[in-house]
């Protein structure tokens, strides 16, 4: 357990850090409440997918970047076309897309990890708060520097997260990006089994 906390951590401060190596793999194609909570959440199980090189992620069948349009991205003031997919973030098994803007990048991607590894919150987040997203429940994290905002919710054995990343002036003007994380979990909680 202490082994998976350490990876969970680890992974949280990468991706806090808003950097990418290989990145975050898939497919390119053409009302949310927020509460402090310390309490438990749950997750849905389901039959989870084979992994594979090509395919990283075994506990959920999401892939968001055959899941999201352009369409879906046209509010999110990032360039549709600057889509990006990626199998790995920092170490971490991951599938899922990137699309950047002038303001922000936004991440969104699957991870073979429990939500319950998000419960207990660390010095590295100032916000710690359980989310409701449709009928999941799930977790709001901000980090301390300002920089990243991310909500995750279960996605059949594995969790789903969108994450984003300020530019540098809106960190340094301490911009409340969660807003948007969240809105933007809500439009697309659909599209994620």
């Not at 009928?135 to 984003?164: E, F, K, M, Y």
Request: glycine share 6%.
């Amino acid at each position: 357990m202490k082994t998976k906390w350490t990876a969970v951590v680890a992974v949280s401060t990468a991706l806090v850090a808003g950097c990418t190596h290989d990145g975050i793999q898939g497919t390119p194609t053409a009302g949310s409440t927020s509460t402090p909570s310390s309490t438990p959440s749950s997750s849905v199980s389901t039959s989870p997918t084979t992994s594979t090189k090509r395919d990283p992620v075994k506990g959920t069948t999401f892939d968001a970047c055959s899941a999201i349009t352009d369409s879906d991205v046209a509010t999110w003031e990032v360039k549709p076309d600057k889509r990006d997919a990626h199998t790995t973030a920092f170490g971490q098994n991951v599938r899922g897309c990137i699309w950047d803007g002038s303001k922000w990048g936004i991440k969104v991607y699957a991870v073979d990890t429990s939500l319950s590894q998000l419960e207990q919150s660390n010095d590295r987040w100032d916000r710690h708060e359980q989310v409701k997203v449709g009928a999941r429940s799930g977790w709001l994290i901000h980090d301390v520097n300002g920089a990243t905002c991310s909500v995750s919710i279960p996605s059949q054995q594995a969790i789903a997260t969108v994450q984003v990343d300020l530019n540098l002036d809106l960190t340094r003007q301490r911009y409340d990006q969660c807003p948007l994380a969240l809105q933007i979990m809500k439009q697309i909680e659909p599209k994620i089994p």
